[in-house]
């Protein structure tokens, strides 16, 4: 199974500031096809999951510009730039290149 | 726009089985996957499998192979979990999911306890 390694386990920022969540696969996450299926998802306290980025740097519809996401091969990023207050909550990684499609294990987002 | 509804609560009983429901609305059931995903309370998401409502073909993870059972009714536009041989360790929530996780239910909460 692919390994996703996600880093930091938590952080705090102030509002308006910035953040960045590494998260590291343990093989190439390049699909045959030549996608790379790596997406980024925020679940809110009491909430689902939500989809935030998806095919590494494709924000999914209603998606702020706020949220940005890089990467190749076995190292992403996901950017969270002016952080407000709905930003709170837990980040994952999570692979859709080989089954079965894994997640990494959060970063907790608190809010200053 | 896209719905997924999932059932209520369970509480069960060591050694059985619980059904969960995922009714999708708002688009063709038949042309998307049908992802579930556990998620033990304050602990991390783990995916189970998907079926997929067109042909009804299923993929489980190995490790809920012979614990989880998906299955599909087009008509009414449901998916269904089957959790069976119930322990303490699939007390969760589960989530359905459409296809790339793009929709998510609310999630089930279940509670296996004697």
């Known amino acids: 199974d692919v390994v996703m390694t996600q880093t930091p386990v938590s952080m705090s920022v102030s509002l308006g500031g910035q953040v960045s969540i590494s998260c590291r696969s343990s093989q190439s996450l390049v699909h045959n096809n030549g996608n790379t299926y790596l997406s980024w998802y925020i679940q809110k306290p009491s909430q689902s999951p939500q989809l935030l980025i998806y095919k590494v740097s494709n924000r999914f519809s209603g998606i702020s510009d706020r949220f940005s996401g890089s990467g190749s091969g076995t190292d992403f990023t996901l950017k969270i730039s002016r952080v407000e207050p709905d930003d709170l909550g837990v980040y994952y990684c999570g692979q859709g290149t080989q089954y079965p499609l894994t997640f990494g294990s959060g970063t907790k987002l608190e809010i200053k | 726009q896209v719905q997924l509804q999932q059932s209520g609560a369970e509480l069960a009983k060591p050694g059985t089985s619980v059904k969960l429901s995922c009714k999708a609305s708002?688009?063709?059931?038949?042309?998307?996957?049908i992802y579930w995903v556990k998620q033990r309370p304050g602990q991390g998401l783990e995916w189970i499998g998907y079926?997929?409502?067109?042909?009804?073909?299923?993929y489980y993870s190995e490790k809920f192979k012979g614990k989880a059972t998906f299955t599909a009714d087009t008509s009414s536009s449901t998916a269904y979990m089957l959790l069976g041989s119930l322990t303490p360790e699939d007390s969760a929530y589960y989530f359905c999911?459409?296809?790339?996780?793009?929709?998510w239910g609310q999630g089930t909460l279940v509670t296996v306890s004697s």
């Open positions: 999911a459409r296809d790339w996780f793009a929709y």
């Open positions: 079926i997929y409502p067109g042909n009804g073909g299923t």
């Open positions: 708002g688009y063709t059931f038949t042309s998307y996957y």
